[in-house]
Every structure is written in structure tokens, then in C-alpha cells.
């Protein structure tokens, strides 16, 4: 092995080494600061404070991990609450809704059944866009809404690969249980967080393109 090979090694060992690192404490960070908010009203600030810690370690700002986590959480409390407390209620009205058409066998409550399905699955997918919308973008929650709707429906390749990648950490969380308690949140929000910031990108570089056409039309 040349000194070049060992050298970029040594880079890749480094970064794997800082990832699992950080990986391990933002997990901690979010049961602590969950359960600091009775877990109802603690899950989703700690979920977009987790959010923007990664969005910096990916976009290579290595900021200090706990006070970047703490600005976030306070900042967004109440607004991420509200957030937070809007998916509970859809989902325990889903929930409720498909368990009492479940026990229908007529056509109409079958077809029911699989559009709330559908529902279910778009809003799960909605959730995957939203919380990297909250900490890339500021505007106000209704756009964020909005868009990971836009996102979900009109970035569908894009959107395939994140369910992917997401069905991959399941996958790999069965095969070792053991880390869940250390990684099981982190690593999803990892992989969530690294594909929709690209996705993002992707998003405004197209835009700024069809732009540039439409003043290229005009002159």
C-alpha cells in the first residue's frame, strides 16, 4: 500500500470514527431532551434539533454538538410542537379510521380502507421531508407543509431512494439490535437528513436553471 492509499485510509478511518461519534451522542441527546419534555412535547423539538446538528456535520460545519442542539430545541419548541401534536392527531385519527373499516367486507369500505392507506403512506413520507425543510429553510410552517408535499409527489426517484436507505437501517438495526438504544434514532435521521439535503440542492440548482432560461427568454 502506496503512502497515498494509506493516507486517504487513514482520512476514511477518521471520518467513520467522528461520524459514529457524533452519531452516538446526538442519539443521547435526543432521548435525554424527549424525555425532558415529557416525551409528547419533547419528541419533536429534539427531532429537529437532531436535524440541524447533522445538517451541519454534513454540510462539514463542525459546530459545537450541544449548544447547536440546545439553540435549536428552545428556538423551535413551540413551533415544532405544534408540528409534532398536528402528526399525532392525524395519525390517531387514521389509526382510528382503518381499524373501523378493517372489519368492513363492501366494496366501498375496502376501497376506503386502501385510501387511507395511501394517506397514511404519503404523510409518513411528508414526515421525511418535513423535519429537513424546518432546519434548511426558513419560512413558516404551512410552506414547510406544503413543500415536503411538493417534494413527495414531484421528486418521486429521489424520494424512493430515502425509503430505501431508511428500510436498509431497519434491515441492519434487526440483524444487530444491540445498537438500537445508541444509534436507532441518529441513523435514521443520518440517512433522512444526507439524502433530502442533497435532494435540496438538486431542488434550487434546477430552479436557478429555469430561472436563467426564463430571463434568457425575455432579453
Not at 21 to 40: D, H, P, S
Not at 54 to 59: A, P, V, Y
Not at 70 to 85: A, D, I, M, P, S
Not at 109 to 136: N, Q
Request: aromatic share 18%; glycine share 4%; net charge positive.
Amino acid at each position: 500500500m502506496n503512502q497515498g492509499s494509506m493516507s486517504g485510509f487513514i482520512t476514511y478511518f477518521y471520518r467513520f470514527g467522528d461520524y459514529f461519534m457524533v452519531l452516538l451522542y446526538v442519539n443521547l441527546l435526543w432521548i435525554c431532551f424527549t424525555l425532558l419534555g415529557g416525551i409528547i412535547f419533547g419528541w419533536a423539538p429534539s427531532t429537529t434539533a437532531m436535524f440541524a446538528v447533522l445538517r451541519k456535520r454534513i454540510m462539514e460545519k463542525n459546530e459545537p454538538i450541544f449548544s447547536e442542539f440546545w439553540k435549536v430545541y428552545r428556538q423551535e419548541f413551540l413551533r415544532t410542537n405544534g408540528l409534532g401534536l398536528i402528526a399525532l392527531v392525524v395519525a390517531y385519527i387514521l389509526a382510528v379510521n382503518i381499524q373501523y373499516f378493517a372489519v368492513e367486507t363492501a366494496w366501498l369500505f375496502v376501497a376506503v380502507r386502501y385510501m387511507i392507506i395511501a394517506i397514511m403512506i404519503i404523510t409518513a413520507i411528508m414526515l421525511l421531508y418535513v423535519f429537513p425543510l424546518l432546519v434548511h429553510y426558513e419560512t413558516t410552517l404551512y410552506n414547510h407543509i406544503k413543500n415536503s408535499l411538493f417534494l413527495t409527489i414531484y421528486q418521486p426517484i429521489r424520494t424512493v431512494v430515502t425509503i430505501g436507505l431508511c428500510l436498509l437501517v431497519v434491515q441492519i438495526l434487526a440483524i444487530f439490535p444491540v445498537f438500537i438504544p445508541f444509534f436507532g434514532v441518529s441513523l435514521f435521521a443520518f440517512v433522512v437528513m444526507w439524502t433530502t439535503y442533497y435532494t435540496f440542492r438538486h431542488v434550487e440548482r434546477r430552479q436557478k436553471e429555469i430561472q436563467a432560461e426564463l430571463e434568457n427568454q425575455e432579453a
